[in-house]
């Protein structure tokens, strides 16, 4: 009996953003250097408009609120620009006995190199990325953001916040077999148009198959 997965796909439009954050394009190999070569694209920032961070962790702290283990993968998490603003927010709006059950997050991403500069622990974090942080938010990030340059905007990640978040490679169209069945956050955002046309059609649907219950993607 399978029941209790929620499922919502964002739209796979309006993806070449501009982005104030992490930018870094891979195109297939031998390929001339254009649009229509690209094999996938390392596009995020921190708190990107597309999520709402507070009103999403609401949502999971209540969905949740009666288990004792969550496991929280964020797939296609590139250099971990989302894992940290979920972490950040989750440090900010709850108490500790509240999100521990969520940790590690599971920051899962198919592209090797781009796990390696997360392994690092160091981000490039615009001024404007930090404006989209609001006051509660911003007082976590400062505790566990540590300038690099005075002159530049390189940071370097707390030890504290980097243990919070496991970061390896992993394609989630091969590698969904292997997730746990139940009590599940699987976020996969803004890879979809880089899947296959078959992944694209079926992957939603293979997923929902897997998870017993309690499951949100």
């Not at 001339?32 to 597309?50: C, G, P, Q, Y």
């Not at 603003?85 to 991403?109: C, V």
Request: glycine residues 2%; proline residues 2%.
């Amino acid at each position: 009996m399978r029941f209790s997965i929620s499922m919502r796909i964002q739209s796979i439009t309006n993806y070449n953003t501009a982005f104030k954050g992490y930018s870094r394009t891979v195109y297939k190999p031998g390929k001339e250097l254009i649009e229509a070569n690209v094999l996938h694209k390392n596009n995020t920032s921190m708190f990107r408009e597309d999520l709402n961070i507070k009103s999403f962790l609401k949502f999971i702290t209540k969905k949740f609120e009666n288990v004792d283990k969550v496991h929280f993968f964020d797939y296609a998490c590139s250099n971990g620009s989302e894992a940290y603003s979920l972490l950040l927010g989750m440090n900010a709006y709850y108490d500790k006995n509240e999100i521990t059950k969520f940790l590690p997050i599971q920051a899962r991403d198919y592209d090797q190199e781009v796990i390696n500069t997360a392994l690092k622990k160091e981000l490039e974090i615009s001024d404007s990325e930090r404006y989209g942080m609001d006051e509660d938010v911003f007082q976590v990030f400062k505790k566990n953001f540590n300038k690099l340059d005075l002159y530049k905007n390189d940071y370097i990640v707390s030890d504290e916040l980097f243990s919070q978040v496991n970061f390896a490679v992993s394609d989630i169209t091969k590698d969904y077999v292997n997730l746990p069945k139940e009590n599940v956050i699987l976020c996969i955002r803004n890879c979809w148009p880089y899947f296959s046309k078959e992944d694209q059609l079926y992957l939603p649907e293979k997923l929902c198959n897997h998870f017993d219950k309690n499951a949100v993607i």
